[in-house]
């Protein structure tokens, strides 16, 4: 079993950064990929960026490559989500979840998402 919570969430001015972190609690943690999710309002959930269980592999949505870098700390079974140059575009809420690559990139976990706010 394996328990998401996002934080780092928060109001920021276009061209800000915030470092959202998603910490997981137990012991099978580093096996899972993780990703990165987003849903504004009135829209469907998006895809953001994905991190391989080791962190060598990493992906990113089109509308945030070269902005956003997604990291994994498994000592601290953490993964993070810097943002910069944010766009009002940008909000959402952020939700991280875990994906069992080895059982066809199932999403086992999702946490309860954190609110991000960019204001023009």
């Known amino acids: 079993q394996v328990q998401l919570v996002e934080s780092g969430g928060g109001l920021v001015q276009a061209g800000g950064s915030l470092r959202l972190s998603c910490a997981a609690s137990?012991?099978?943690?580093?096996?899972?990929?993780m990703d990165w999710f987003r849903q504004a309002p009135g829209k469907e959930r998006e895809f953001v960026a994905a991190?391989?269980?080791?962190?060598?592999?990493?992906y990113y949505a089109d509308s945030v490559k070269g902005r956003f870098t997604i990291s994994r700390d498994n000592a601290k079974n953490t993964v993070y989500l810097q943002m910069n140059s944010l766009k009002p575009e940008d909000t959402a809420v952020y939700y991280c979840?875990?994906?069992?690559?080895?059982?066809?990139?199932?999403?086992?976990?999702w946490g309860q998402g954190t609110q991000v706010t960019v204001s023009s």
């Open positions: 137990g012991r099978t943690f580093s096996i899972y990929a």
């Open positions: 991190i391989g269980w080791s962190g060598g592999r990493t």
């Open positions: 979840a875990a994906r069992n690559s080895g059982a066809g990139n199932r999403y086992d976990y």
